[in-house]
């Protein structure tokens, strides 16, 4: 098949060409895929996107127009996609549902304690000749009552890694994990968790329903000075409830890997830009914030399995078998 790969990296050749092998004909597209970037799939069968390209109603139309047939998605989430609109232009939706759970709840736990530690600013203290130890007061995980919002793979391996430091672990989520429950992990409701918790973390799909689940009135009920990591959607957090938040002490710790405007910012080189978005700029200026640029999932051993899954769900859709990787439109 003809396959038009957009937002495309110097990464994402390589993995995805090593995993093809030859037997389909990619095509490397820098630009993120939207309205004025469409034209460029004319004629391609397939077309396999990332997390900030737009799949809304407009741009599936006119790739359905122009020929293609498969949206192959690198990536578990699909809030970018108009299912709908896909469904009714006859357009298949693939996804890769797993890749490397280790990579992105690794990740969470650097996050967790690099804030904890405040290792981000001991790094710059030292390189400046400043041993001090001021400022730079921790805690013991050991012991510490975390929420985990979401026990989907992530957040599995998330409370794994958690147990093993000897915490109390809390999780919400509408299907419980067997794995999670056999690790002792408490389910509970949401409201319980945001009250009980130190830290809480978010391994959740975005949905039209829990879009900004942390809102005004989520952190309103969470303890005073919580750690809140995102290494989920963005929009899963209201950034502006954030912000104030953090100006009045109730979130004493942030670490975000995702950000609900990214599309803007995240995957580019801007050292030599300003950042026109005023909200992330704040987010910047406090010492008690990291933020990464949605680099998570970025590990060799995921991209691997996120190259040769992807390839996987374009050969099968070619040869007319499921892959077991489709997205059908939700109800």
């Given at each position: 098949?003809?396959?038009?790969?957009?937002?495309?990296?110097?990464?994402?050749?390589?993995?995805?060409?090593?995993?093809?092998?030859?037997?389909?004909?990619l095509?490397?597209?820098?630009?993120?895929?939207?309205?004025?970037?469409?034209?460029?799939?004319?004629?391609?069968?397939?077309?396999?996107v990332?997390?900030?390209?737009?799949?809304?109603?407009?741009?599936?139309?006119?790739?359905?127009?122009?020929?293609?047939?498969?949206?192959?998605?690198?990536?578990a989430?699909?809030?970018?996609?108009?299912?709908?609109?896909?469904?009714?232009?006859?357009?298949?939706?693939?996804?890769?549902?797993?890749?490397?759970?280790?990579?992105?709840?690794?990740?969470?736990?650097?996050?967790?304690?690099?804030?904890?530690?405040?290792?981000?600013?001991?790094?710059?203290?030292?390189?400046?000749?400043?041993?001090?130890?001021?400022?730079?007061?921790?805690?013991?995980?050991?012991?510490?009552?975390?929420?985990i919002?979401?026990?989907?793979?992530?957040?599995?391996?998330?409370?794994?890694?958690?147990t093993?430091?000897g915490?109390?672990?809390?999780?919400?989520?509408?299907?419980?994990?067997?794995?999670?429950?056999?690790?002792?992990?408490?389910?509970?409701?949401?409201?319980?968790?945001?009250?009980?918790?130190?830290?809480?973390?978010?391994?959740?799909?975005?949905?039209?329903?829990n879009?900004?689940?942390?809102?005004?009135?989520?952190?309103?009920?969470?303890?005073?000075?919580?750690?809140?990591?995102?290494?989920?959607?963005?929009?899963?957090?209201?950034?502006?409830?954030?912000?104030?938040?953090?100006?009045?002490?109730?979130?004493?710790?942030?670490?975000?890997?995702?950000?609900?405007?990214?599309?803007?910012?995240?995957?580019?080189?801007?050292?030599?830009?300003?950042i026109?978005?005023?909200?992330?700029?704040?987010?910047?200026?406090?010492?008690?914030?990291?933020?990464?640029?949605?680099?998570?999932?970025?590990?060799?051993?995921?991209?691997?399995?996120i190259?040769?899954?992807?390839i996987?769900?374009?050969s099968?859709?070619?040869?007319?078998?499921?892959?077991?990787?489709?997205?059908?439109?939700?109800?």
């Open positions: 098949m003809r396959v038009a790969v957009f937002s495309s990296k110097a990464y994402d050749r390589e993995f995805l060409e090593a995993a093809n092998a030859s037997r389909h004909e095509r490397f597209f820098e630009p993120q895929l939207n309205a004025e970037t469409a034209s460029l799939a004319a004629g391609f069968e397939a077309v396999c990332f997390v900030n390209d737009h799949l809304d109603a407009a741009v599936i139309e006119k790739l359905a127009s122009s020929g293609t047939r498969l949206l192959a998605l690198r990536c989430g699909y809030n970018n996609v108009d299912l709908g609109a896909a469904q009714q232009h006859g357009l298949t939706v693939v996804r890769v549902p797993a890749y490397s759970p280790h990579a992105v709840a690794e990740h969470t736990i650097g996050l967790i304690l690099a804030l904890d530690r405040k290792l981000h600013r001991a790094y710059n203290r030292v390189r400046e000749g400043n041993f001090a130890l001021d400022g730079l007061l921790g805690f013991d995980l050991s012991g510490r009552t975390v929420g919002i979401g026990t989907g793979r992530i957040g599995t391996v998330v409370a794994q890694i958690l093993g430091f915490c109390r672990v809390l999780a919400f989520d509408p299907v419980p994990a067997e794995t999670c429950r056999s690790l002792g992990v408490d389910y509970t409701t949401l409201d319980d968790l945001l009250a009980r918790s130190e830290i809480v973390t978010l391994h959740c799909p975005l949905t039209p329903e879009r900004h689940v942390i809102n005004h009135d989520a952190l309103a009920r969470m303890k005073r000075g919580v750690m809140l990591i995102n290494t989920s959607r963005g929009a899963l957090i209201d950034t502006v409830a954030v912000i104030e938040a953090l100006k009045n002490g109730r979130i004493g710790y942030l670490g975000l890997d995702v950000y609900e405007e990214e599309e803007e910012i995240f995957f580019e080189d801007r050292s030599g830009l300003i026109s978005d005023d909200v992330f700029s704040r987010l910047l200026t406090f010492p008690n914030v990291i933020i990464t640029g949605h680099q998570a999932f970025f590990t060799r051993e995921a991209l691997e399995s190259a040769a899954t992807t996987k769900n374009i099968d859709f070619e040869s007319g078998c499921a892959s077991g990787n489709e997205i059908e439109r939700l109800a």
